[in-house]
């Protein structure tokens, strides 16, 4: 008895061994993979985040390794939450963080590989030290306000910055800032254009000493003594010195020069980096659901090189933005402030054709069906939205969605929104929609006319009460805040 039991129980073992090998070869490749990358990466910080970043990943895979294949194939290669960031700098004064990048969560992404996000947080009162990237910048001011200022060749621009302040800072101009407040911090999101390496950006600080440490310290003593004509012990002094950080508490003296501190120089640039507020101009669309602020390379000319756009949607609590797509831009949203979700459309072509149970055998084959891509997002929250693919976005229960949303290859996009009283599809012939739909055109019409609001509109939460007419139930709070 019990040697037939073996005989039964073997090949079952044998087949789950395999497969338990097999997944993990599977991991172990990725994880290869991973640290491959990481060897391209310079050596110092930015290599020790992405190991510990192939490692949570590895950790990641184990932690769900009951998960069947094909969920793990259907994660929301769209979607980066707060362990998406890597920490490039932190102290109590501020931090620093950056995305990671986007073609490295997924094919599907390769688009826009080119860009990557970061966030900079600095405390009330403090100094960023000045640096220089290989990349150009968009920056918006989340919260806060401060002064900034950029080094060129032959001249200094000093700019007082506030929320809703966008501004252009070319690659190679040495940037430093101050948060000038009392008792606010300084929140910025930055849009980084990799010009060097697809994907990759560097800082370089040369007004430094050892902590951060200055790229001078690369160089040899003769050349530096040559080049500054200035002797070793007073070099050694200058870049030795420094070891507090890039964020640096200031006094009240130094803070009230820096904030007096004006432009100077000899030629002005081609194109100001001076800011453009989004939020002093008028919205393109607004109700008391919502308001959408937009602007492009018309209203802003410093980002026509970029083929960027920047809009900011604030949607009021328990509302929703319609459902809509975007012709040719990218849209790379971040959540400012606030909670909600997400929904996107997203194809999913199948290698043969399928037919649904609801199906008949004389209706034709299809490859195509589409799989609902939702995430939770809260503050610091990224999601991507590429070209063509629908998406909404609904607000929490008391407190509004604010998102900011950096828009790439933006010249000529069009957005088409697919609800509400602006609704491209209410354009379809008569005989379209009845064909399109398979239904009389009066019964199109009637739900495609049913919103009367445009861009913003109740959500799904206000629309149940609303049909309801009462006030929210126990149930519905305790869904919006779980």
Same mark, same amino acid.
Request: overall charge negative; hydrophobic content about 35%.
């Given at each position: 008895?019990?040697?037939?039991?073996?005989?039964?129980?073997?090949?079952?073992?044998?087949?789950?061994?395999?497969?338990?090998?097999?997944?993990?070869?599977?991991?172990?490749?990725?994880?290869?993979?991973?640290?491959?990358?990481?060897?391209?990466?310079?050596?110092?910080?930015?290599?020790?985040?992405?190991?510990?970043?192939?490692?949570?990943?590895?950790?990641?895979?184990?932690?769900?390794?009951?998960?069947?294949?094909?969920?793990?194939?259907?994660?929301?290669?769209? &979607?980066? /939450?707060?362990?998406?960031?890597?920490?490039?700098?932190?102290?109590?004064?501020?931090?620093? $963080? +950056? *995305? %990671?990048?986007?073609?490295?969560?997924?094919?599907?992404?390769?688009?826009?590989?080119?860009?990557?996000?970061?966030?900079?947080?600095?405390?009330?009162?403090?100094?960023?030290?000045?640096?220089?990237?290989?990349?150009?910048?968009?920056?918006?001011?989340?919260?806060?306000?401060?002064?900034?200022?950029?080094?060129?060749?032959?001249?200094?621009?000093?700019?007082?910055?506030?929320?809703?302040?966008?501004?252009?800072?070319?690659?190679?101009?040495?940037?430093?800032?101050?948060?000038?407040?009392?008792?606010?911090?300084?929140?910025?999101?930055?849009?980084?254009?990799?010009?060097?390496?697809?994907?990759?950006?560097?800082? &370089?600080? /040369?007004?430094?000493?050892?902590?951060?440490?200055?790229?001078?310290?690369?160089?040899?003593? $003769? +050349? *530096? %003594?040559?080049?500054?004509?200035?002797?070793?012990?007073?070099?050694?002094?200058?870049?030795?010195?420094?070891?507090?950080?890039?964020?640096?508490?200031?006094?009240?003296?130094?803070?009230?020069?820096?904030?007096?501190?004006?432009?100077?120089?000899?030629?002005?640039?081609?194109?100001?980096?001076?800011?453009?507020?989004?939020?002093?101009?008028?919205?393109?669309?607004?109700?008391?659901?919502?308001?959408?602020?937009?602007?492009?390379?018309?209203?802003?000319?410093?980002?026509?090189?970029?083929?960027?756009?920047?809009?900011?949607?604030?949607?009021?609590?328990?509302?929703?933005?319609?459902?809509?797509?975007?012709?040719?831009?990218?849209?790379?949203?971040?959540?400012?402030?606030?909670?909600?979700?997400?929904?996107?459309?997203?194809?999913?072509?199948?290698?043969?054709?399928?037919?649904?149970?609801?199906?008949?055998?004389?209706?034709?084959?299809?490859?195509?069906?589409?799989?609902?891509?939702?995430?939770?997002?809260?503050?610091?929250?990224?999601?991507?939205?590429?070209?063509?693919?629908?998406?909404?976005?609904?607000?929490?229960?008391?407190?509004?969605?604010?998102?900011?949303?950096?828009?790439?290859?933006?010249?000529?996009?069009?957005?088409?929104?697919?609800?509400?009283?602006?609704?491209?599809?209410?354009?379809?012939?008569?005989?379209?929609?009845?064909?399109?739909?398979?239904?009389?055109?009066?019964?199109?019409?009637?739900?495609?006319?049913?919103?009367?609001?445009?861009?913003?509109?109740?959500?799904?939460?206000?629309?149940?009460?609303?049909?309801?007419?009462?006030?929210?139930?126990?149930?519905?709070?305790?869904?919006?805040?779980?």
């Amino acid at each position: 008895m019990a040697t037939r039991t073996v005989q039964v129980l073997f090949p079952f073992l044998l087949l789950l061994s395999s497969s338990v090998l097999a997944s993990s070869s599977g991991s172990d490749q990725a994880k290869k993979r991973c640290h491959m990358e990481c060897r391209g990466t310079p050596e110092g910080r930015r290599r020790k985040e992405c190991v510990r970043q192939c490692l949570d990943h590895s950790g990641r895979e184990r932690e769900h390794g009951e998960v069947a294949e094909g969920e793990r194939r259907e994660r929301n290669p769209y &979607f980066f /939450g707060d362990r998406s960031y890597e920490q490039w700098s932190r102290s109590e004064h501020g931090r620093f $963080e +950056v *995305l %990671e990048r986007f073609a490295r969560r997924s094919e599907l992404l390769v688009g826009v590989e080119n860009y990557r996000l970061a966030v900079l947080e600095a405390e009330p009162e403090t100094f960023i030290m000045p640096r220089h990237w290989d990349a150009e910048e968009v920056f918006y001011v989340m919260e806060g306000r401060g002064t900034i200022t950029l080094l060129h060749e032959n001249n200094r621009e000093t700019h007082d910055i506030k929320r809703g302040d966008i501004i252009w800072i070319p690659a190679g101009a040495i940037v430093y800032a101050i948060n000038k407040a009392r008792n606010e911090k300084l929140r910025v999101a930055i849009l980084l254009h990799t010009i060097s390496t697809p994907g990759h950006v560097e800082e &370089f600080y /040369g007004a430094a000493g050892r902590n951060p440490e200055t790229f001078f310290a690369s160089f040899s003593d $003769e +050349v *530096l %003594e040559a080049a500054f004509d200035t002797p070793r012990e007073k070099l050694e002094r200058l870049f030795e010195k420094q070891r507090r950080g890039e964020f640096i508490k200031m006094t009240e003296e130094q803070m009230r020069a820096l904030t007096q501190s004006t432009s100077e120089g000899g030629w002005p640039l081609a194109r100001s980096t001076e800011p453009y507020n989004l939020l002093q101009n008028r919205p393109s669309h607004s109700n008391e659901h919502g308001q959408l602020h937009e602007v492009g390379a018309n209203e802003y000319q410093q980002l026509q090189d970029l083929d960027v756009d920047v809009s900011i949607a604030n949607i009021s609590e328990r509302s929703m933005m319609a459902p809509n797509y975007n012709s040719l831009s990218t849209k790379l949203a971040m959540v400012v402030q606030g909670r909600g979700y997400i929904e996107m459309a997203c194809p999913s072509r199948s290698g043969e054709s399928r037919r649904s149970e609801e199906t008949t055998e004389s209706e034709p084959q299809q490859h195509l069906r589409y799989r609902t891509v939702r995430s939770r997002v809260s503050r610091g929250s990224v999601f991507v939205i590429p070209a063509g693919h629908p998406v909404a976005a609904v607000a929490a229960r008391n407190e509004n969605l604010e998102v900011l949303f950096f828009g790439v290859r933006a010249a000529q996009n069009r957005n088409y929104y697919l609800a509400g009283r602006n609704n491209v599809l209410n354009r379809l012939d008569r005989e379209a929609k009845e064909l399109a739909f398979g239904v009389p055109a009066e019964e199109v019409d009637e739900v495609l006319h049913a919103q009367p609001e445009s861009v913003f509109m109740p959500g799904p939460e206000r629309r149940r009460e609303a049909e309801r007419g009462q006030q929210p139930s126990p149930e519905s709070l305790s869904f919006a805040e779980s």
